[in-house]
């Protein structure tokens, strides 16, 4: 019988392999959808559509931090109420003098497909693994409706990072073409939260704020922590802190790491603005979000032909 005990290392079972995360593509056409899920649990779902992450769950894959709408369209009809749609390259509606005039709200990024570019994952026997996903959105891509609105050659790579430590996401902006163009980027971030009325954020002391409830007035935060009592729609700009948190009864729920951007929209449409939403469903679910939507909206972005731009988040879950 041959000696096994001398067969080559090559052939050995491997011994202590830590299990790698899954990443699966599921779905047709517009409702094409990638999740990704860590060994330890935790997952995160990506709608082709918009590249919107429509669920990002941490603790095991127990808790759900992002809030969608019952009534949000996951079919590509309309962009994602709720999750984390990205707004490029226009936030809110677009100025009348500017090149992005005729496109719509928000822009198209969040309303075009992007292509699944690939997975990288990093695995140790520490379970301290991660998966990133990249998706892209180039020019090409575009309907020739946002085309002809907005005539650049441009690249987008978006990487959505699913570690335990939080979810990390961050654009990647490119000038492909040979004009110079301006840009915002925004990416609106539903956090799903118990009860709105015990809500409450900090790290925005002393920021300056124009506030579109109040006829796009501009003021100063003045307390250090904010609580959300009614609709809230501020656009709160160069913050010199990078961190926001999100309490629940005063403990810390979220903490949102703003990464090479400066810019923090807290929005909450409250009972009035949610019933005027078509989408928006339940009702009453404005309780149980609050937007914090980091970007760079304050002002424009300018790429020269050839350049790049990077910013994003990492959003922490606290529990
Ligand atoms: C926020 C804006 O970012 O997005 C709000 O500050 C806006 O003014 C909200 O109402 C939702 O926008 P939309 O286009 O998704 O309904």
Same mark, same amino acid.
């Given at each position: 019988?041959? !000696?096994?005990?001398?067969?080559?290392?090559?052939?050995?079972?491997?011994?202590?392999?830590?299990?790698?995360?899954?990443?699966?593509?599921?779905?047709?056409?517009?409702?094409?959808?990638?999740?990704?899920?860590?060994?330890?649990?935790?997952?995160?779902?990506?709608?082709?559509?918009?590249?919107?992450?429509?669920?990002?769950?941490?603790?095991?894959?127990?808790?759900?931090?992002?809030?969608?709408?019952?009534?949000?369209?996951?079919?590509?009809?309309?962009?994602?109420?709720?999750?984390?749609?990205?707004?490029?390259?226009?936030?809110?509606?677009?100025?009348?003098?500017?090149?992005?005039?005729?496109?719509?709200?928000?822009?198209?990024?969040?309303?075009?497909?992007?292509?699944?570019?690939?997975?990288?994952?990093?695995?140790?026997?520490?379970?301290?693994?991660?998966?990133?996903?990249?998706?892209?959105?180039?020019?090409?891509?575009?309907?020739?409706?946002?085309?002809?609105?907005?005539?650049?050659?441009?690249?987008?790579?978006?990487?959505?990072?699913?570690?335990?430590?939080?979810?990390?996401?961050?654009? !990647?902006?490119? !000038?492909?073409?040979?004009?110079?163009?301006?840009?915002?980027?925004?990416?609106?971030?539903?956090?799903?939260?118990?009860?709105?009325?015990?809500?409450?954020?900090?790290?925005?002391?002393?920021?300056?704020?124009? &506030?579109?409830?109040? &006829?796009?007035?501009?003021?100063?935060?003045?307390?250090?922590?904010?609580?959300?009592?009614?609709?809230?729609?501020?656009?709160?700009?160069?913050?010199?802190?990078?961190?926001?948190?999100?309490?629940?009864?005063?403990?810390?729920?979220?903490?949102?790491?703003?990464?090479?951007?400066?810019?923090?929209?807290?929005? !909450?449409?409250?009972?009035?603005?949610?019933?005027?939403?078509? &989408?928006?469903?339940?009702?009453?679910?404005?309780?149980?979000?609050?937007?914090?939507?980091?970007?760079?909206?304050?002002?424009?972005?300018?790429?020269?032909?050839?350049?790049?731009?990077?910013?994003?988040?990492?959003?922490?879950?606290?529990?």
């Amino acid at each position: 019988m041959a !000696n096994r005990s001398n067969r080559p290392s090559a052939l050995n079972a491997p011994s202590a392999a830590a299990p790698s995360p899954e990443v699966d593509i599921s779905g047709t056409g517009a409702s094409s959808k990638v999740t990704a899920r860590l060994p330890s649990g935790e997952s995160v779902e990506v709608l082709l559509y918009g590249a919107t992450v429509i669920s990002w769950k941490s603790d095991g894959g127990k808790v759900e931090n992002l809030w969608v709408s019952d009534a949000a369209k996951l079919d590509g009809t309309k962009a994602v109420r709720g999750g984390i749609p990205v707004v490029f390259p226009v936030f809110g509606p677009p100025p009348k003098d500017h090149a992005t005039s005729a496109l719509p709200q928000h822009g198209f990024a969040r309303t075009s497909r992007w292509e699944f570019l690939g997975k990288s994952s990093s695995e140790d026997a520490l379970d301290a693994s991660s998966v990133k996903l990249d998706f892209g959105l180039y020019s090409s891509n575009l309907s020739d409706e946002a085309k002809k609105a907005w005539p650049y050659d441009f690249g987008l790579v978006y990487s959505v990072t699913l570690s335990k430590e939080g979810l990390q996401t961050v654009v !990647n902006v490119r !000038n492909e073409g040979t004009k110079v163009f301006e840009f915002q980027l925004l990416l609106h971030t539903y956090l799903r939260v118990k009860d709105i009325s015990k809500t409450t954020v900090t790290g925005l002391a002393g920021v300056p704020y124009v &506030d579109k409830v109040l &006829d796009a007035t501009t003021h100063t935060q003045s307390s250090p922590t904010l609580s959300i009592t009614g609709e809230v729609d501020r656009v709160y700009a160069s913050i010199p802190q990078d961190t926001t948190t999100v309490l629940e009864d005063g403990k810390p729920r979220f903490d949102v790491v703003r990464d090479n951007v400066d810019d923090t929209v807290v929005w !909450n449409p409250w009972k009035e603005k949610a019933a005027a939403l078509s &989408d928006f469903e339940p009702k009453d679910g404005f309780q149980q979000l609050l937007c914090v939507e980091v970007g760079s909206v304050q002002g424009w972005q300018k790429l020269e032909a050839g350049d790049g731009f990077e910013g994003g988040q990492l959003i922490k879950s606290l529990l």
